[in-house]
Nanobody, 125 residues
């Protein structure tokens, strides 16, 4: 069993930045593929970014590419999402997800095995 906890969300003005963290408790994430997803009210959960188990390979949704960066620190059992140049349409609850198989280019939510509770990101204009 893997337990994930997101943090770092909050209110930011358009054009600003936030850094989200996803920490695992009780289990190591060192061999897991990881992803970030988001869900706005009334909308389906959508893929944001993914990273393989070593952190060598990353993949991004077109909507965030060039603005967001996913990274991981396996020694700290933590995955990060640096979000720059935030737009109002980025506002959502952001979820961290883990996949037992360590590949990085996995963009569908049903392929992930564990999920955090989410952290709210609000972007004002």
């Amino acid at each position: 069993q893997v337990q994930l906890a997101e943090s770092g969300g909050g209110l930011v003005q358009a054009g600003g930045s936030l850094k989200l963290s996803c920490a695992a408790s009780g289990r190591t994430l060192s061999t897991y593929g990881m992803g970030w997803f988001r869900q706005a009210p009334g909308k389906e959960r959508e893929f944001v970014a993914a990273i393989n188990w070593t952190g060598f390979s990353t993949y991004y949704a077109d909507s965030v590419k060039g603005r967001f960066t996913i990274s991981r620190d396996n020694a700290k059992n933590t995955v990060y999402l640096q979000m720059n140049s935030l737009k109002p349409e980025d506002a959502a609850v952001y979820y961290c997800a883990a996949r037992i198989l360590g590949g990085g280019r996995v963009i569908t939510s049903y392929e992930y095995d564990y999920w955090g509770q989410g952290t709210q990101v609000t972007v004002s204009s």
